[in-house]
C-alpha cells in the first residue's frame, strides 16, 4: 500500500491560533515603511513544527489603502550570544517603532490586504511558510502606503502544522 503524506496539527498550539507577543501600543500610528519587533522571543526548539501560517487585525489610518498594500514578516533568529537577535543591528527591541527594517536574508513572508477605507481593519492571513526550528522574534512592517491608526488595536497569531505519513 502506498503512504499518504498528510497535515496534521501542530504540536506548538494544537491546532488553534496562538497569539503572538507584540507591544500594541508601538502599531498605533506605525508609518508605512516602519516596524515593530515582538517583545518574548518565539521558540521553536523543541516542537519543531514545520508550517506557519500568520493572521493579524489592524486598524488603518486616515486615508484608504490603494494599490497593492501589504505587511512585511521578517524573522530575527538569536544569535550564539543568546541575547541578539539577526545580524545584531537594534529594531526597537520590541518597545519602540523602528524605521530600520531587516536585510532581504532575514525576509519570511508578505501578508497581502484588501483594499480597506479610511479607519477600517486591516485583515490579512499569510500562505503557509517553512517555520524556522530555533528562536528568535518576528518583525512586522507596515507596507502598506499609509500610517495606522492613532489606536490600531493590532494583534497577530500564528498556527503551525506538521506533515504525517499515513500508511
Do not use: H
Not at 28 to 38: D, E, H, Q, R, T
Not at 94 to 99: D, K, L, R, V
Not at 152 to 167: D, P
Amino acid at each position: 500500500m502506498a503512504a499518504i503524506l498528510r497535515p496534521s496539527v501542530g504540536t506548538l498550539n494544537g491546532g488553534s491560533w496562538s497569539t503572538l507577543s507584540f507591544t500594541a501600543s508601538l502599531f498605533n500610528a506605525l508609518p508605512s515603511g516602519s516596524g515593530v519587533l515582538m517583545n518574548a522571543a518565539f521558540s521553536n526548539s523543541s516542537n519543531l513544527d514545520l508550517y506557519g501560517e500568520f493572521s493579524f487585525t489592524c486598524v488603518n489610518g486616515s486615508t484608504a489603502l490603494t494599490g497593492s498594500p501589504y505587511w512585511t514578516v521578517y524573522w530575527l533568529p538569536i544569535n550564539q550570544d543568546g541575547t541578539t537577535y539577526g545580524d545584531g543591528l537594534a529594531y526597537g527591541s520590541g518597545t519602540a517603532q523602528s524605521s530600520t527594517v531587516p536585510s532581504s536574508g532575514y525576509y519570511l513572508r508578505n501578508i497581502t490586504l484588501g483594499l480597506t477605507g479610511a479607519g477600517g481593519t486591516m485583515v490579512g492571513r499569510s500562505a503557509p511558510f517553512n517555520l524556522p526550528r530555533d528562536s528568535g522574534k518576528f518583525f512586522f512592517v507596515n507596507n502598506t502606503g499609509q500610517t495606522t491608526n492613532s489606536a490600531a488595536s493590532f494583534t497577530a497569531a500564528i498556527l503551525t502544522t506538521n506533515l504525517n505519513l499515513n500508511g
